[in-house]
């Protein structure tokens, strides 16, 4: 499990640690082990020439640090700052080091056009989203062929991961101490991160983390595995109340992922059309209302339609949603949520669909747009937990997974192939099936978003990808994620 910390919460434990070290040292070995990435990745792609965009706090420092180091392993090593004092030494300090500071006024364009290698220390998790004026034309002239090395995080980029932001750095990669924070692993910021490196630096965080991401060792650990012991009923009925007659597919998705993520049995409630199709392409399926130890309400489901069977249909889901049982809820039936719910709920709307949500659950606060949620995804998901007690599971390129009180998971398993019609209906039905099997919403939202977005890439790797073959992938992936 990856687990990334607030700016606040390293702070303190670094205030900690420093106190029983000399001082400078932590400054000193964040420094060392940036230098090391960035000479490892020199010599893989071939390049000498460092410029170093060096900001006024202390990772403007840990950059020039290293590139002292960098420097003195012989790569050729500019840094240009803007109209501001070091956070640590003097110009003159870095030029006896090997590295000439630049001002604004210098010509710090033609060996930026030339750098091999950018290490981005404009700002670290002291900034504020967006980027001081002079670093704009900076990051603006950064040639695209250079390999761009962001310290502690991407600058510009907020470092809470809360809100998106036009502009600021997109690294190749990231390097970071001791370990994550949530701008590094939160929808709003992750696409500018890059790949990410933690250095350790002696450290350790403890207590509950602000974000966790689950990776494949946790398949096994939480995956609910069949014992000689069980039976079908025990193993977890999964009740799909889904589809109608305009939306026919969505049910046959949902549920061949369900029986696929290996259920003892699913019920299906729909009207005649998609009965009649689920029946064909999952014949294991039993057709009706019954005793279930979960639900699945609202893939392809039409909360308005007249159609026969769909009053039958809707008076399923009512009933599923003022159970005691554990309840997913996705698109339609995000339309039947009506405020708070005591038992597991797991909320599955994608952006649109939450943003419609918090209107209609919060008028006095407004209308939310679809932007405002992709703008600050994680206070838009905080508020539609806090406002009916589920967990709220966001989707995206990362999806988030937000319960209402403590540690949020983010998960970023799928490729970008997944963005197709009909996925989110195959979500629905692996989540389900682990809601059905015991898990809490939110181990099971994401749990189940892990093994989508895996299957999603194991369909068909590095190609596109249908809901169905994404569906159809489901069993091989828990397979092998449980026997890697
Ligand atoms: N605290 C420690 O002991 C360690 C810190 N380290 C480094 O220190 C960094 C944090 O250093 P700082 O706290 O100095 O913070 P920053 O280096 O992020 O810079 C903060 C400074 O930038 C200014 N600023 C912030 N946002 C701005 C914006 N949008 N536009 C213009 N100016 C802005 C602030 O007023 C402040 O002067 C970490 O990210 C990491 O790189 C590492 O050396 C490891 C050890
Ligand atoms: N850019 C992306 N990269 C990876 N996965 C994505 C991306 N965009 C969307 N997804 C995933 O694709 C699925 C789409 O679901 P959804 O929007 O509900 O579609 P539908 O309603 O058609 O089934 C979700 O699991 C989502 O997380
Ligand atoms: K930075």
Same mark, same amino acid.
């Given at each position: 499990?990856?687990?990334?910390?607030?700016?606040?919460?390293?702070?303190?434990?670094?205030?900690?640690?420093?106190?029983?070290?000399?001082?400078?040292?932590?400054?000193?070995?964040?420094?060392?082990?940036?230098?090391?990435?960035?000479?490892?990745?020199?010599?893989?792609?071939?390049?000498?020439?460092?410029?170093?965009?060096?900001?006024?706090?202390?990772?403007?420092?840990?950059?020039?640090?290293?590139?002292?180091?960098?420097?003195?392993?012989?790569?050729?090593?500019?840094?240009?700052?803007?109209?501001?004092?070091?956070?640590?030494?003097?110009?003159?300090?870095?030029?006896?080091?090997?590295?000439?500071?630049?001002?604004?006024?210098?010509?710090?364009?033609?060996?930026?056009?030339?750098?091999?290698?950018?290490?981005?220390?404009?700002?670290?998790?002291?900034?504020?989203?967006?980027?001081?004026?002079?670093?704009?034309?900076?990051?603006?002239?950064?040639?695209?062929?250079?390999?761009?090395?962001?310290?502690?995080?991407?600058?510009?980029?907020?470092?809470?991961?809360?809100?998106?932001?036009?502009?600021?750095?997109?690294?190749?990669?990231?390097?970071?101490?001791?370990?994550?924070?949530?701008?590094?692993?939160?929808?709003?910021?992750?696409?500018?991160?890059?790949?990410?490196?933690?250095?350790?630096?002696?450290?350790?965080?403890?207590?509950?983390?602000?974000?966790?991401?689950?990776?494949?060792?946790?398949?096994?650990?939480?995956?609910?595995?069949?014992?000689?012991?069980?039976?079908?009923?025990?193993?977890?009925?999964?009740?799909?109340?889904?589809?109608?007659?305009?939306?026919?597919?969505?049910?046959?998705?949902?549920?061949?992922?369900?029986?696929?993520?290996?259920?003892?049995?699913?019920?299906?409630?729909?009207?005649?059309?998609?009965?009649?199709?689920?029946?064909?392409?999952?014949?294991?399926?039993?057709?009706?209302?019954?005793?279930?130890?979960?639900?699945?309400?609202?893939?392809?489901?039409?909360?308005?339609?007249?159609?026969?069977?769909?009053?039958?249909?809707?008076?399923?889901?009512?009933?599923?949603?003022?159970?005691?049982?554990?309840?997913?809820?996705?698109?339609?039936?995000?339309?039947?949520?009506?405020?708070?719910?005591?038992?597991?709920?797991?909320?599955?709307?994608?952006?649109?669909?939450?943003?419609?949500?918090?209107?209609?659950?919060?008028?006095?606060?407004?209308?939310?747009?679809?932007?405002?949620?992709?703008?600050?995804?994680?206070?838009?998901?905080?508020?539609?937990?806090?406002?009916?007690?589920?967990?709220? *599971?966001?989707? $995206?390129?990362?999806?988030?997974?937000?319960? !209402?009180? @403590?540690? %949020? +998971?983010?998960? /970023?398993? =799928?490729? &970008?192939?997944?963005?197709?019609?009909?996925?989110?209906?195959?979500?629905?039905?692996?989540?389900?099936?682990?809601?059905?099997?015991?898990?809490?919403?939110?181990?099971?939202?994401?749990?189940?978003? *892990?093994?989508? $977005?895996?299957?999603?890439?194991?369909?068909? !790797?590095? @190609?596109? %990808? +249908?809901?169905? /073959?994404? =569906?159809? &992938?489901?069993?091989?992936?828990?397979?092998?994620?449980?026997?890697?």
């Amino acid at each position: 499990m990856l687990r990334a910390w607030s700016a606040d919460r390293v702070r303190s434990a670094e205030r900690d640690l420093m106190a029983g070290l000399e001082e400078g040292e932590l400054m000193a070995r964040a420094a060392q082990g940036l230098a090391e990435v960035c000479s490892a990745r020199l010599h893989q792609r071939g390049g000498t020439r460092v410029v170093v965009l060096a900001g006024p706090g202390n990772n403007g420092a840990d950059a020039l640090y290293a590139a002292a180091h960098l420097a003195d392993e012989g790569f050729a090593c500019v840094a240009v700052q803007g109209d501001w004092p070091l956070a640590v030494g003097e110009p003159a300090a870095w030029l006896a080091a090997g590295v000439p500071v630049l001002s604004g006024d210098d010509d710090w364009a033609t060996p930026l056009s030339e750098a091999d290698l950018v290490l981005d220390g404009v700002l670290g998790i002291g900034g504020r989203p967006g980027l001081p004026a002079e670093a704009v034309a900076w990051v603006d002239a950064v040639p695209p062929d250079a390999y761009v090395v962001a310290v502690d995080l991407p600058s510009g980029q907020d470092p809470a991961g809360e809100q998106a932001q036009d502009g600021g750095v997109y690294a190749d990669e990231t390097v970071t101490f001791a370990v994550a924070k949530p701008v590094h692993v939160l929808p709003a910021t992750e696409s500018a991160v890059g790949r990410l490196t933690v250095v350790d630096i002696g450290l350790e965080l403890e207590g509950p983390a602000d974000v966790e991401r689950l990776d494949f060792a946790d398949v096994a650990d939480l995956w609910p595995v069949p014992h000689a012991s069980d039976d079908k009923y025990s193993r977890g009925v999964l009740g799909v109340v889904a589809g109608g007659e305009d939306y026919t597919g969505a049910p046959v998705l949902c549920c061949t992922a369900a029986v696929g993520a290996g259920l003892g049995m699913l019920r299906y409630v729909g009207t005649p059309a998609p009965t009649g199709l689920v029946r064909a392409a999952v014949p294991e399926v039993v057709i009706g209302d019954g005793r279930v130890q979960a639900w699945v309400v609202g893939p392809g489901l039409d909360t308005t339609s007249r159609a026969r069977g769909s009053k039958a249909q809707l008076d399923v889901a009512r009933a599923a949603l003022a159970s005691d049982l554990p309840v997913l809820v996705d698109a339609g039936g995000l339309d039947l949520v009506k405020g708070r719910r005591e038992a597991p709920t797991l909320l599955t709307p994608h952006a649109g669909e939450l943003a419609r949500l918090l209107s209609r659950l919060d008028p006095d606060a407004g209308e939310t747009t679809r932007e405002q949620v992709t703008g600050a995804p994680l206070a838009h998901a905080r508020r539609a937990a806090s406002l009916t007690g589920a967990t709220v *599971l966001l989707k $995206g390129a990362t999806t988030l997974v937000v319960p !209402p009180e @403590g540690t %949020v +998971r983010s998960q /970023a398993d =799928a490729p &970008a192939w997944t963005a197709t019609a009909g996925a989110g209906d195959v979500l629905a039905g692996v989540c389900g099936a682990l809601l059905a099997a015991g898990l809490s919403p939110l181990d099971a939202g994401s749990l189940g978003a *892990l093994v989508h $977005g895996v299957a999603a890439d194991r369909a068909n !790797p590095g @190609g596109p %990808v +249908r809901a169905l /073959a994404l =569906a159809h &992938a489901v069993p091989g992936t828990v397979a092998h994620l449980l026997t890697r």
